[in-house]
């Protein structure tokens, strides 16, 4: 992992899960103190951590993804081995990690820990040898005073030798029952929590079953190594656990990246307040330190502030799970974003952090926040709260969270609407969010225009929003119905999130400085070289904005925005984040009428929520495919077994390789996506009414006459991009004759009925209507938003008014 990049020497096949990895305890080597956990030896043996050790991984390696042994080790048990006796809560616990390579790709780890007896009788010697040493230490080190009185108070003798063990926490070999961690783990190319951690814990629970699973468990590791595949974005996939069928789904490459852990957590955990404050602490770059006893909280809460960041990333250190053994990390004097694991015993002020000035310190499981000086805040703040509190009541969550005694929940439950759209402190509008066209009302160009438009029949007030006729409100989706609420208030929360960007770097483009020489020489030097217009960016912002914007232009992840803008001109070279977040802003162009005058602190909500909700819903209801179920394998008699309560030492001969050959990768899989794809065109034609059906068929035919298809064999993605233009400017040219002609008919017969005689139809004014209406043809064509459909809208539009009347 931190060995290779993704190619690794070999090609990564589109496999689910690259390793099956096991860590625990090495009964050979027995117990090791793990001197770099910085832990006190005063500590009961019980609480001590010991080394752990990675026991087994299949397959051995891969070339795409070389394994990474010390990582793993690390990062699935973080405090090494952890005993307990039959007194203590042994609930197995799961969490996730990121390993992040040399290269900055990631791999993902996805790691249940569970207790198992030790039935080594070495092992149960050697804790009750260290437990007979402590306590000698203890009665030295705390030796009563000669007044025959201990430092309790109590008198000597009292300590009976049964209070003694139970104040240590001890164990007995002879009365208790030894239980060490274990850890199982899936490493993944993608991260897909929620189905690793179904596979994982049904796996735990066929060894703690009292009855054996249907299968060996060998059977069920090899299908999710080998016969599983990645799913395409915008797929969704079925596949087998022991007990239960486990479904994941990919967004497409024009929605919202991967992201599948849960923001209602982080939201009960902190609040929307503090969520909000360490939001605009990792956007400005500030050291983050998160600390909780949870290891899966803290990386929750690291992956949901940097994917909500969306299309910024962050790019300095980032270690949601700091292993105890580099504890040193934390002196680092660069920006970073840590978690630090917290045994439940140890308060904040016992922590020694570094540069607290600049540090934000997050204490997940008590709901507090210490942030670094003069933070700004972000624009708009309020009405984004406001937006973002009203999908967590929809929800049934609390915007406060958890946070009922604190300051910020009591500030945050008295505020009101009426509060929120009368503060102008932070550039809001008094009122509710106004449209475009109710500001554009009193617009003399606009009110024109409206005139104009009426005399044909046609309204531009508010239209009523028509249901998608593809959307089926009552479909029947294949996951739970918590489930199915978490993927919805994941995505509603992420696109309001990303919709602030959108609004607030709609014109990013104009001020991006594209370099005079070639890529490579802007390559070498673009440490001196400026990507950016900054000056001229923050001169055309509202002032409440200015003290947030002018420090995030500084910040490495704006920098490298722009970098990778600079560097992906088309469409094709450019990263998908960018690809995706570029989109959004031509729509908001499209659909906005922006101008200077215009552009104030005005509050837009996001509008984009219903659509990707329901393409996800979609995938979720009908399965794009469904893997090869688990199957006995060529073992040998006797090979299989298992005891219970003990996940066994599989078969290192059946799990080391995969098929021979691989039906499914090699010839299966592509067809049956492909076969998808044709059905949904096919379903996505049908849905069209019998009008529009003609209408479609009609100006197929008639634009297939004029332009020149090729042949199926020439098919290729230049020839099919070349053609596709061809057939833009087809509809351009036709378009911009019929808008003159229908320009000059219309002015003319203005003309005569005023008794002017005569106009001068190419003047100034004529010109620049057809300049204006063919620049937004223009831009609406090359974004290829629905182009035969805006085509076929427009060369209609004729028909429909009175004869009498024209739209220009």
Excluded at 229 to 250: A, D, E, T
Excluded at 323 to 351: E, I, Q, T
Excluded at 501 to 530: C, G, H, L
Excluded at 785 to 793: D, G, N, R, S, T
Aim: glycine share 6%; hydrophobic share 35%.
């Amino acid at each position: 992992m931190s060995g290779g990049g993704g190619g690794g020497g070999g090609s990564a096949p589109s496999r689910f899960a690259d390793y099956f990895v096991i860590c625990g305890l090495d009964t050979e080597t027995g117990l090791e103190p793990d001197e770099l956990s910085g832990e006190n030896f005063e500590q009961t043996p019980l609480r001590r951590t010991f080394k752990s050790k990675v026991l087994a991984r299949y397959p051995e390696n891969v070339e795409w993804n070389p394994f990474d042994q010390d990582a793993v080790g690390m990062l699935c048990m973080p405090k090494g081995l952890a005993f307990k006796t039959q007194a203590d809560p042994r609930e197995p616990q799961f969490h996730a990690f990121i390993i992040t390579r040399e290269d900055g790709s990631r791999t993902f780890g996805f790691a249940l820990t569970f207790y198992e007896e030790v039935t080594s009788k070495q092992i149960c010697s050697a804790m009750q040898t260290l437990y007979h040493m402590h306590n000698a230490e203890y009665d030295v080190l705390h030796a009563p005073p000669a007044d025959g009185r201990d430092q309790s108070g109590m008198e000597d003798g009292e300590d009976t030798p049964v209070t003694k063990l139970q104040r240590f926490n001890s164990y007995d070999i002879s009365r208790d029952t030894l239980y060490v961690s274990k850890c199982i783990c899936l490493i993944t190319p993608m991260s897909f929590m929620k189905a690793c951690r179904s596979v994982l814990e049904q796996l735990h629970q066929a060894v703690t079953s009292p009855q054996p699973p249907p299968l060996p468990l060998e059977s069920y590791i090899y299908n999710v190594l080998y016969e599983v595949p990645l799913p395409p974005p915008g797929r969704s996939l079925k596949f087998s656990g022991v007990y239960g069928p486990i479904i994941c789904q990919r967004p497409s490459t024009n929605e919202l990246p991967l992201f599948d852990f849960p923001v209602k957590e982080v939201f009960e955990l902190l609040g929307v307040e503090n969520v909000f404050q360490l939001f605009t602490c990792a956007l400005l770059e500030f050291q983050i330190l998160l600390y909780s006893q949870h290891y899966q909280r803290l990386m929750t809460v690291a992956e949901t502030i940097t994917a909500l960041m969306f299309p910024f990333q962050w790019q300095h250190v980032y270690v949601p799970i700091l292993p105890a053994s580099l504890l040193h990390f934390l002196d680092a004097p660069v920006p970073y974003l840590m978690g630090l694991h917290s045994n439940g015993l140890d308060d904040r002020s016992k922590l020694e952090l570094p540069q607290e000035a600049n540090l934000c310190f997050v204490d997940i499981d008590n709901h507090f926040i210490e942030l670094p000086e003069d933070l700004p805040q972000f624009p708009n703040k309020l009405e984004f709260v406001q937006e973002v509190s009203e999908i967590l009541m929809a929800f049934g969550i609390p915007p406060e969270g958890n946070l009922h005694c604190s300051e910020s929940a009591s500030k945050l439950k008295r505020l009101r609407a009426s509060e929120l759209v009368s503060d102008k402190r932070n550039g809001n509008i008094a009122g509710s969010p106004l449209h475009s066209y109710e500001l554009l009302k009193e617009n003399e160009t606009i009110a024109r225009l409206q005139a104009l438009v009426k005399r044909t029949g046609v309204s531009l007030e508010k239209l009523e929003v028509r249901e998608d006729p593809s959307y089926n409100k009552d479909l029947k989706v294949q996951c739970d119905e918590e489930e199915l609420r978490i993927y919805q208030l994941n995505i509603q929360i992420r696109e309001v999130f990303a919709n602030r960007f959108t609004q607030m770097f709609a014109d990013y483009e104009v001020f991006v400085i594209q370099p005079s020489q070639d890529k490579e020489s802007w390559f070498t030097n673009r440490e001196q070289m400026q990507n950016f217009d900054k000056a001229s960016f923050l001169s055309d912002q509202p002032e409440p904005y200015l003290p947030f914007l002018s420090r995030f232009l500084e910040t490495q992840m704006f920098a490298s925005f722009i970098d990778n803008k600079i560097m992906c001109h088309d469409d094709d070279d450019k990263d998908p984040v960018l690809r995706v977040f570029d989109s959004r802003v031509d729509k908001i162009r499209l659909l906005n009428v922006r101008t200077p005058t215009l552009r104030t602190s005005m509050y837009q909500k996001c509008t984009t929520v219903d659509e990707a909700e329901k393409a996800i819903e979609l995938r979720l209801a009908k399965i794009d495919h469904t893997a090869i179920h688990p199957h006995l394998l060529d073992m040998k008699i006797g090979q299989g077994k298992y005891e219970p309560g003990f996940f066994p030492k599989l078969q290192s001969d059946v799990l080391s390789t995969g098929p021979a050959s691989n039906k499914w990768t090699k010839r299966n899989a592509p067809a049956q996506w492909r076969r998808k794809d044709r059905q949904k065109q096919h379903t996505e034609h049908l849905r069209l009414d019998n009008d529009q059906r003609e209408k479609y068929i009609q100006e197929a035919r008639t634009m297939g006459s004029t332009i020149r298809q090729p042949k199926l064999s020439n098919l290729s993605p230049s020839v099919i991009a070349q053609t596709n233009w061809k057939f833009v400017e087809g509809l351009l040219k036709e378009c911009r004759n019929k808008t003159k002609r229908m320009l000059v008919e219309k002015m003319g017969r203005e003309a005569v009925e005023l008794g002017h005689g005569e106009v001068n139809i190419t003047g100034v004014e004529e010109n620049t209507l057809i300049a204006s209406l063919c620049d937004l043809l223009e831009r609406i064509w090359s974004h290829g938003l629905q182009v035969k459909q805006e085509y076929f809208l427009i060369r209609n539009v004729g028909s429909l008014m009175p004869a009498h009347s024209c739209l220009p």
